[in-house]
């Protein structure tokens, strides 16, 4: 049995190199395997260079005029996901990727939803993936609303209606999907993201996952609102159609230098 770690992470820019950095090591010191990444930021034209000594595969979605979107896919290096197949709209708004990961396909999806409007781009979105995967899915990201507002706020409301908020549950299960902490929390309170403007707590950050594994989901977490102004989301899944053997250990090449340098001394 192999451990799979998967993380979503509304990340709030990551144009700044020091940014860029902060969030690779966080997301190397959390040994996260699948990074779900949304609010990138990147402009059009502007995508800087994503390559990390790490996370070796960066899958972006096209760069949309607007500066406030932009989601992206990290994958571990020692992490044997073989891509056969993208989709991801203009909007810099959801990217969905499929491979086979030893045996079995896996399908990942990373959304970030509009604060508006989020019923039915929701349910739109949702049946796109539920059409694209093939195996066992994975969606993680920023559904911008609390889909049980009496638990998942601190506030014990919504503005949302009800009826809306029905369709966009509706849209979850048609889709396939479980939300994974709730379901491994169903009484705890827990957020991640703090409005200042209404001086609340909500639960926007989810991982959904195919009712298949949830029985090799071994713990999930809200992280701290620490590097961004949303809380990361973790999960743990342990696989066994993934031999150890692909994960193996590399030696760090800047050892090899150091010790060539001390040798010429």
């Known amino acids: 049995m192999v451990d799979i770690r998967i993380c979503s992470f509304n990340v709030k820019g990551l144009n700044i190199l020091a940014k860029r950095s902060q969030i690779c090591q966080f997301l190397k010191k959390q040994k996260v395997n699948f990074a779900l990444l949304q609010e990138t930021h990147f402009r059009k034209g502007h995508v800087p260079n994503l390559s990390h000594t790490v996370f070796n595969q960066w899958y972006q979605g096209p760069s949309q005029t607007g500066s406030s979107r932009g989601v992206s896919i990290a994958i571990h290096k020692n992490t044997p996901l073989m891509v056969c197949s993208i989709l991801f709209d203009e909007d810099g708004r959801f990217i969905f990727i499929k491979g086979s ?13 509009p604060n508006v409007g989020q019923a039915d781009w929701l349910c739109r979105t949702l049946n796109s993936f539920q059409e694209f995967a093939e195996g066992i899915a994975i969606l993680g990201g920023d ?14 409301c919504s503005s949302m209606p009800l ?103």
Do not use: E
Not at 101 to 113: E, H, R
Not at 220 to 239: E, F, Q, R
């Open 143 to 156: 559904m911008n609303v609390a889909l049980g507002p009496f638990i998942d706020t601190s506030g014990k």
């Open 101 to 113: 990961l030893g045996t079995q396909m896996v399908n990942l999806g990373n959304i970030y939803a």
């Open 163 to 265: 009826g809306a908020l029905r369709r966009i549950k509706a849209g979850v299960a048609s889709a396939g999907l479980v939300d994974i902490w709730r379901t491994l929390n169903p009484t705890t309170r827990d957020y991640t993201f703090y409005s200042g403007a209404h001086k609340s707590y909500q639960r926007l950050d989810y991982i959904c996952v195919s009712p298949s594994v949830l029985s090799a989901c071994t713990n999930t977490a809200i992280g701290s609102i620490l590097l961004s102004d949303h809380a990361p989301v973790m999960l743990d899944i342990k696989v066994s159609f993934l031999p150890k053997s692909h994960f193996t250990w590399r030696l760090d090449k800047t050892i090899l230098s150091n010790l060539r340098r001390q040798s010429n001394l």
